[in-house]
């Protein structure tokens, strides 16, 4: 497959680069990130994509990194240690690299949608990578990537048997699209090679098949960072009224009904998520009892509450409430009442999974305020569960995503 409308990128420098004291020493022990108040300077001035080669204070090289002197992250590391070439070489070899982590699925017939390239926690920082069969979404969250786009990509449509490369971006590269003219393929949702693509992207997970919107969806177009708990609320799932809150495209909801659920209920505040998660129930699990509930999801737990509505297995994986140190208070609140919601609606014997991908709120954090909802109920076993192989922690910012499963007893005193 060629990677032809990538072939008119300005070429690369490197600018050597001075940082304060404190990231130095972050630099060394092997963080990803360089931001902007602890440069010291810059020789010559970056632009986004030229290599920071950054020294201390003898000239030693410390690292080499991509500049990106429009984001608060001014260098994401790409090495530290040893002087080391950043060329076609280094790039294969660190798609080669993440490859290799994710064999046991590459090489599962069952499961054709997975990230191959999870960011930092690659040492590809600032750049995902998602495979839909074969469909590549690639996403950008630093416009510094755009000139090495074809070196990273080569390797990975080399590896991966692809028929058509999207690009999708963060809100801040896309700002930085429409603040400045360039090639024609800068625009989100653009296809870089290969056929063009004008429907969803059917593909499977654990035997179950999705859709996935590549081109406009939240994140790649469907959350796969999921699919492990999807699997366990399916073994859970057998003969089960469900509920799944924040259901989406309905991941967990047609896992459940694959698992023989007698009953699911999925709530969304997207009409068009609970259309789509209508269609992946249907067609994994024909003839389900499903129903599906657009609207505040605080606000239906509430009525589902007072109505005594009661389900065995309550599924709660809300959008991340927070991105920055401020509003954690807030979104633990937020968490808490959603804790508290769900209990009200679970019955005896029932299990609670609930779900945080707020990466400022640690797991151990999380199972707490989870834990001091339970008031006097019994519970059998609690178990938290991490992120899947696709997405390692490769540091302590990467992890973002924990799930508590609380499988409730009998409350004292009932019998
Ligand atoms: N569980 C899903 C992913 C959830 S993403 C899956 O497995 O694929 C978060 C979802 O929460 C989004 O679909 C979004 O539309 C929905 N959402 C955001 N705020 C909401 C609210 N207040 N009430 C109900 N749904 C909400």
């Known amino acids: 497959m060629q990677l032809v409308a990538l072939d008119e990128i300005p070429s690369v420098r490197t600018v050597a680069t001075r940082v304060e004291p404190r990231a130095l020493r972050a630099v060394r022990r092997g963080h990803p990130w360089v931001f902007d108040h602890s440069i010291r300077s810059q020789q010559p001035n970056p632009t986004p994509g030229d290599l920071?080669?950054?020294?201390?204070d003898r000239r030693r090289f410390v690292g080499i990194g991509l500049a990106d002197p429009s984001s608060p992250i001014a260098i994401r590391m790409l090495h530290h240690g040893s002087p080391?070439?950043?060329?076609?070489?280094?790039?294969?070899d660190r798609v080669g690299d993440a490859l290799a982590r994710?064999?046991?699925?590459?090489?599962?017939?069952?499961?054709?949608?997975?990230?191959?390239?999870?960011g930092e926690n690659d040492r590809l920082p600032g750049l995902v990578v998602d495979r839909y069969a074969d469909i590549l979404v690639v996403k950008l969250y630093t416009?510094?990537?755009?000139?090495?786009?074809?070196?990273?990509?080569?390797?990975?449509v080399e590896a991966c048997d692809t028929r058509t490369v999207v690009l999708r971006a963060s809100r801040a590269v896309q700002r930085s699209w429409s603040s400045n003219a360039g090639p024609s393929w800068r625009h989100e949702g653009s296809v870089l090679a290969g056929d063009n693509l004008d429907t969803p992207v059917p593909f499977r997970e654990r035997g179950l098949t999705f859709l996935?919107?590549?081109?406009?969806?939240?994140?790649?177009?469907?959350?796969l960072d999921q699919r492990d708990n999807r699997q366990r609320v399916r073994r859970l799932a057998a003969g089960a009224r469900v509920l799944d809150v924040f259901s989406s495209s309905g991941g967990f909801s047609a896992h459940a009904a694959a698992g023989g659920a007698v009953s699911v209920t999925s709530v969304d505040i997207s009409a068009a998520a609970l259309d789509v998660a209508r269609h992946h129930v249907a067609v994994n699990a024909p003839g389900t009892d499903h129903s599906v509930v657009a609207g505040n999801a605080f606000d239906i737990l509430n009525r589902f509450h007072h109505q005594r509505r009661r389900f065995d297995l309550v599924i709660i994986d809300p959008p991340s409430f927070t991105s920055d140190r401020r509003t954690v208070p807030a979104a633990r609140r937020?968490?808490?009442?959603?804790?508290?919601?769900?209990?009200?609606?679970?019955?005896d014997g029932?299990?609670?999974m609930q779900a945080s991908c707020s990466a400022r709120i640690g797991e151990a954090q999380f199972l707490t305020d989870i834990r001091a909802r339970f008031g006097d109920w019994l519970f059998e076993r609690v178990e938290t569960t991490g992120q899947p192989v696709d997405h390692p922690v490769g540091f302590p910012e990467g992890g973002y995503l924990k799930a508590v499963f609380a499988h409730r007893g009998r409350r004292p005193g009932t019998g």
Request: net charge positive; hydrophobic share 45%; no cysteine.
């Open 52 to 56: 920071a080669v950054i020294f201390d």
């Open 84 to 92: 080391l070439a950043i060329d076609a070489r280094f790039f294969a």
């Open 102 to 118: 994710r064999r046991s699925i590459l090489d599962d017939p069952d499961t054709t949608g997975l990230r191959l390239i999870h």
């Open 143 to 156: 416009g510094a990537w755009e000139r090495h786009l074809r070196a990273v990509l080569h390797p990975l």
């Open 212 to 223: 996935a919107e590549v081109r406009s969806g939240h994140k790649t177009g469907f959350f």
């Open 334 to 347: 937020a968490y808490g009442r959603l804790t508290r919601a769900g209990l009200d609606v679970l019955a």
């Open 350 to 352: 029932g299990t609670l």
